[in-house]
């Protein structure tokens, strides 16, 4: 149980100004979908609905459907959390949902939060305002941050398309209906003096009256006040184009799987979203929020939208209100996720590049070059090299799906042992090379998966869906058919004691990298991080490979000897600027200069 008490006294020791003051670089996320975590609750399980599955969205036994995880769970579980290092906590949405979506025989629940109704009030599956109040509260009282996930690119699926009404509606381009004629090019003349969204004016934006320019709208029965605030519920807020096939123009207009796509580019919109998550801050001063689907919104949205807010929670004494946007992709690519920094002004966007870098490495399906090249990438971001310490890093999550199942594709011969070890290099990189280390919730308990989206999604309590329970976790004989709450798993441990030494050692969390050494092939990776109120070095290690490695590195030459924070340091350089390092296979070693 030791473990589980590590670094809790020294958060408990926080106020909450201790807790504002601390810019994001000093945080540890820990990422978690309420619904999969701890039922504090059973009797919002159903969400104060009646009937079964299809009116309620709850069945424990189905992936696709609520488990009855609840605020109050979370809460319960915070000596948890924070045993493992956690500094922060981001929440899955947690606005009121549509319970049920999907055509008859493919229905899914809103269990994940992405699917809104109501944008100002807490999903019943997960309890109440007050419930979330008490979360907040008492994680301020650790010196514990929450975080956020918003969405403003879609709401729930509602509106339905008179010309498509049993089957998905193929998104029609501007070129093709554009906004002054109903139903193409050809058609009636609507929406008179428009002159696009280019213009963002209140005044153009009047001249659009009528919604039906590409596909009629039309709101089934019952659902034509479901959305709140209420101006969510007039189809003119919306694209209303058809599906999106994610490419080109229709990433940005075109309905995610039919989920309504909102007309951010409406000036009407970007109030209406400024004022709903003011007021979230408001409420409840929460920390921070993470931004869903950002590179599906246009750029100006969001240029007025993030210095509006990080504004508003500045002035009610947040000063250090850590924004930071999606931008999904499957590949090393710092370029694409930079412009979203410089052309959208985000402050930070969750680091793909580092989760594709990391993984590969780590899994040993490459080498380390890729690693290699992110100090000099990111030199690409808005702030250069130093705002890039704000980019939350990550080695799976809900959508893209979880580490060791990336470990399991890329080696799926290798020994359980070796599966855990090369787990653990995999959380050392994380928790010591520059960004956020983010740790999404399961993956300390060895939690695998088969896939992504809801095959990444287990039950941290006693899951009864077959398909997990079946899954074999990482260094544990253990399943997803018992609590999975162990302090004493080997990856939990190993965990809580990397964010030890990261917490303590300010070269991990604020100071600068420099690369020491890095190769095509698995093997060695090392930087040097500095403390940045002292200079002083820490060196930081890897062995990717199955085979032991020793080496030299350039190290600083001001660096006449060596600590281990981790691993097995030599006590001094062999020469000035020279450092001798042996690491075992699949090791790691964090060497911090001596005074």
């Not at 009855?68 to 290092?85: F, M, N, R, S, V």
């Not at 729930?156 to 009404?165: H, K």
């Not at 399961?442 to 809801?454: I, K, L, R, S, V």
Request: hydrophobic fraction near 40%.
């Amino acid at each position: 149980m030791a473990a589980a008490l590590i670094g809790v006294g020294h958060a408990q020791a926080d106020t909450l100004s201790d807790l504002r003051a601390r810019g994001p670089e000093q945080e540890i996320v820990y990422f978690v979908l309420p619904d999969r975590f701890a039922n504090g609750d059973p009797k919002n399980d159903r969400g104060g609905l009646k009937g079964g599955p299809l009116q309620t969205g709850y069945d424990p036994t189905s992936r696709a459907f609520y488990h009855g995880g609840d605020l109050k769970g979370l809460t319960a579980k915070l000596d948890y959390i924070q045993g493992l290092g956690a500094t922060a906590i981001w929440l899955a949405p947690i606005f009121k949902n549509k319970p049920v979506q999907g055509a008859k025989g493919q229905e899914s629940a809103g269990y994940h939060g992405y699917w809104v109704t109501d944008f100002t009030t807490v999903d019943p599956h997960f309890g109440t305002d007050a419930d979330f109040k008490a979360l907040v509260d008492a994680a301020h009282k650790r010196g514990m941050k929450v975080y956020m996930d918003i969405i403003a690119n879609h709401t729930a699926d509602v509106i339905q398309y008179r010309e498509s009404p049993s089957s998905a509606a193929p998104y029609r381009s501007k070129a093709d209906y554009p906004w002054s004629r109903r139903g193409g090019a050809a058609g009636k003349p609507i929406n008179d003096g428009f002159a696009g969204d280019r213009d963002g004016s209140a005044a153009n934006w009047a001249k659009l009256t009528d919604p039906a320019f590409a596909y009629t709208p039309v709101v089934p029965k019952g659902e034509e006040k479901i959305k709140v605030p209420a101006w969510l519920n007039d189809p003119i807020y919306y694209h209303n184009r058809g599906d999106t096939d994610w490419k080109g123009e229709s990433s940005q207009y075109g309905d995610f799987v039919g989920l309504d796509d909102l007309a951010t580019e409406d000036p009407r919109v970007v109030a209406g979203f400024i004022a709903i998550y003011k007021g979230w801050i408001d409420r409840f001063g929460i920390d921070g929020y993470r931004i869903d689907t950002a590179r599906h919104v246009n750029a100006e949205f969001w240029r007025a939208f993030i210095p509006a807010i990080r504004a508003h929670a500045a002035a009610k004494g947040i000063p250090h209100f850590h924004i930071f946007g999606e931008v999904a992709t499957d590949a090393y690519d710092p370029a694409l996720l930079a412009s979203w920094t410089r052309n959208a002004g985000f402050p930070a966007v969750l680091d793909f590049a580092f989760m594709r870098a990391a993984v590969d490495a780590a899994s040993g399906k490459t080498g380390t070059e890729m690693l290699a090249r992110l100090g000099d990438d990111d030199a690409l971001y808005e702030g250069g090299k130093a705002a890039a310490l704000q980019l939350p890093t990550f080695l799976g999550n809900h959508d893209a799906g979880r580490f060791a199942y990336f470990l399991r594709q890329a080696k799926p011969d290798m020994s359980a042992d070796e599966e855990l070890a090369r787990a653990i290099l995999g959380y050392a990189m994380l928790l010591t090379l520059r960004g956020v280390p983010t740790l999404y919730y399961g993956d300390e308990q060895g939690f695998a998966g088969t896939g992504n989206d809801q095959q990444a999604r287990q039950d941290m309590v006693a899951s009864r869906v077959a398909e997990y329970n079946a899954d074999r976790l990482v260094g544990t004989q253990a399943t997803t058919a018992t609590d999975n709450f162990n302090p004493d798993h080997p990856l939990y441990r190993a965990i809580a004691r990397l964010a030890q030494i990261r917490r303590d050692t300010p070269a991990l969390s604020r100071g600068a990298t420099l690369l020491r050494a890095g190769s095509d092939k698995p093997g060695l990776f090392a930087v040097s991080r500095f403390d940045p109120d002292t200079g002083r070095e820490v060196v930081v290690a890897f062995n990717t490979s199955a085979a032991p490695v020793t080496s030299n590195i350039a190290v600083d030459t001001a660096s006449g000897g060596f600590t281990s924070l981790a691993g097995s340091c030599p006590a001094a350089p062999q020469a000035p600027g020279s450092l001798a390092l042996s690491l075992p296979a699949f090791g790691y070693a964090v060497c911090a200069a001596k005074p």
